[in-house]
């Protein structure tokens, strides 16, 4: 960085220069960053010291961005805002309101309404430089980034009119990989020299942690942390990535309020705890490869993904034998998450969800969710535990420390644990039979026993869990379903079978839950098949179950429909079936229904007959052709 800063001093202090000069790096890396907040404050000391010696007048030292500047005047006309914002604090806000305000008065007066005021307000370009000074620094930034209607070549020109025509010292910021070749030939005419950009990024992100919190840079740099942001790995896309500084910056601001809770009331960052150290080691690398994905676009809240359960397998996968692995299948979007950010340092991986969702939806953080979840993975959550679960939840950890003496009873407890019904989650019950089935030889007990203990678990998590929990977790277990071992798939086709049991049971007593409403309340029934109101967890609008219903009573219903009867159930036919998307099963509902309006009396004059008649009868015809 100290070279950059010296080159571009050189340049501003040399007075036979030939042309402007040019700053050239890539998105991201912190050219902009860098002139705002370390070479600017060095250029206003630098003109100080120039004045003070007698060597120069202190000059005007100008930024702009040219960022969707349309033609050459509009960047006139920005350094002239630039300048008086400058000089006397007025922004270009409160310049558009003056003009405003001095036009609308002379409408006032009859002589001046015919006069273009916004027009006659406008500077000229000429004017507005020479407005400058006789002497200036002007910085350019975003050249890569102008609107396409206005031509390279011809700001190039501009530039070239700056240093020749007003002696002014033009430095321009830009990414020249983005410039056509001709725009290239003709900036050779125009700069006088190209800095290459290439400093120190880690001195930039703890300048831009430091922004944040004062003790957020000691942290970047420690040991633990700045090798997650070190972009001289062998993945070069990750290389790319993390040269990126605003990507880094917004998983800083991301981080910065965690980083705040744990270290609030802390005044130097060595008496930081070793405890909270860790905690925020964890915390910062999922951050930052959350919020990595994030900005690239391959994570958002309407893209689905299973990160929440993307470790499972490889648990599975580092504690079998090689030869016992099942054949792998394509690497998944969760499989090269981890990869990349975890395995590449060798690190376990660990979700957060207040986190993930914390950068994806943003709200309120519950510190104290956060505080749990990674204190259980470092092992030092202090939660009183009953020891038969405590025992259950690091099993896994322990195993290589056991010895081959004590390995036997170990395995033998957390099976009789398990099968007491010692699991939280569908797929660890399925993540457990894999590890089981896989050392059953040092368990000492075969495939049959170790299956039955397992499904002994299976009923017990069963009975104590909701069914609504049950089938949240379903989807969970797809991610085994290609990556099992043969052993394990009778536990997994066991747990299927118990949730389509449990899902029978519940169809039935919503079957008798409809019965009820087609005889008593056929408004609530129909309100069950509304476009707008699904019945949660029982049917989709596609699945047929009306013919599951009492079809004799519906038949009987027929006889005793009301006026408002016959609408509601013309309405519910309607939406069901008249788009000609009617279900086989479904036919012999409809059937039951044409039943019961044929004993229908050519003798009855009432209104319900009517509607009968008129609404119910022809629609049930149209709908079973």
């Not at 003709?186 to 930039?204: A, G, N, R």
Request: glycine content about 4%; some cysteine; charged content about 30%.
């Amino acid at each position: 960085m100290e070279a950059i800063t010296q080159s571009i001093i050189e340049y501003l202090n040399n007075n036979h220069t030939l042309g402007a000069l040019q700053i050239d790096g890539p998105w991201g890396c912190g050219k902009t960053y860098y002139i705002k907040n370390v070479l600017l404050p060095i250029i206003e000391q630098n003109e100080i010291e120039r004045e003070k010696n007698a060597i120069h007048e202190k000059r005007l030292t100008l930024m702009i961005s040219l960022f969707g500047i349309k033609n050459i005047d509009e960047i006139s006309r920005q350094l002239l805002f630039a300048s008086t914002q400058s000089k006397f604090g007025l922004s270009q806000k409160r310049i558009d309101g003056i003009k405003k305000s001095f036009a609308n008065i002379a409408k006032c007066v009859p002589y001046l309404k015919e006069i273009d005021w916004d027009n006659a307000l406008q500077i000229p370009p000429s004017t507005c430089l020479k407005l400058l000074g006789d002497d200036a620094i002007i910085i350019l930034d975003d050249l890569e980034r102008l609107s396409k209607e206005i031509d390279v070549e011809d700001v190039l020109g501009f530039v070239n009119d700056l240093v020749e025509n007003y002696n002014f010292k033009v430095i321009l910021v830009s990414n020249q990989e983005h410039f056509e070749d001709n725009a290239l030939l003709f900036k050779e005419k125009v700069i006088d020299k190209t800095i290459p950009f290439e400093i120190d990024t880690s001195s930039i992100i703890k300048s831009i942690a430091g922004k944040f919190h004062p003790l957020l840079p000691a942290f970047i740099e420690s040991e633990y942390v700045v090798r997650y942001i070190n972009h001289n790995t062998p993945d070069q896309d990750q290389n790319k990535i993390l040269s990126n500084l605003r990507t880094i910056r917004f998983a800083i601001s991301q981080f910065y309020p965690f980083f705040d809770n744990y270290t609030k009331d802390i005044d130097k960052f060595e008496n930081i705890p070793s405890e909270i150290i860790k905690k925020l080691c964890v915390i910062w690398r999922f951050t930052l490869a959350i919020s990595i994905e994030y900005r690239l676009g391959h994570i958002s809240p309407d893209k689905s993904n299973d990160l929440e359960n993307a470790g499972m397998r490889f648990i599975f996968d580092r504690l079998v034998l090689d030869g016992d692995a099942p054949e792998k299948t394509e690497q998944t979007y969760e499989d090269k998450f981890i990869k990349r950010y975890y395995d590449a340092f060798e690190e376990s991986y660990l979700f957060i969800p207040e986190i993930y969702n914390y950068i994806l939806k943003g709200g309120v953080i519950d510190f104290a969710k956060v505080n749990e979840v990674v204190s259980k993975e470092l092992g030092i959550w202090e939660e009183p535990m009953d020891e038969d679960w405590a025992f259950v939840s690091k099993f896994f950890g322990r195993i290589s420390h056991f010895s081959d003496v004590e390995a036997p009873s170990q395995f033998i407890r957390y099976l009789d644990l398990i099968s007491k019904g010692y699991i939280e989650k569908l797929s660890e019950i399925i993540n457990s039979a894999n590890i089981l089935f896989c050392y059953k030889d040092v368990i000492g007990l075969n495939t049959t026993q170790i299956e039955n203990e397992i499904i002994k678990g299976i009923d017990a998590f069963f009975s104590k869990t909701d069914i609504e929990d049950i089938r949240n977790q379903e989807h969970h277990l797809d991610i085994f379903s290609g990556n099992i071992r043969e052993e394990a798939k009778p536990c997994l086709k066991y747990i299927y079978d118990k949730i389509k049991e449990l899902d029978n049971v519940k169809e039935r007593e919503y079957i008798e839950i409809l019965n009820e409403k087609f005889a008593h309340n056929l408004k609530a029934f129909a309100q069950e098949f509304s476009p707008s109101q699904v019945a949660p967890n029982v049917y989709f609008q596609q699945t047929p179950i009306l013919h599951l219903l009492n079809l004799k009573m519906v038949e009987e219903r027929m006889r005793t429909l009301t006026p408002e009867d016959c609408e509601v159930l013309y309405d519910m036919l309607y939406y069901r079936f008249e788009n000609g998307r009617i279900m086989q099963d479904e036919r012999a509902f409809v059937f039951a229904i044409q039943n019961g309006l044929k004993t229908l009396s050519d003798e009855d004059k009432t209104l319900s007959a009517h509607f009968k008649r008129l609404r119910l009868i022809p629609l049930v015809d149209k709908v079973l052709k």
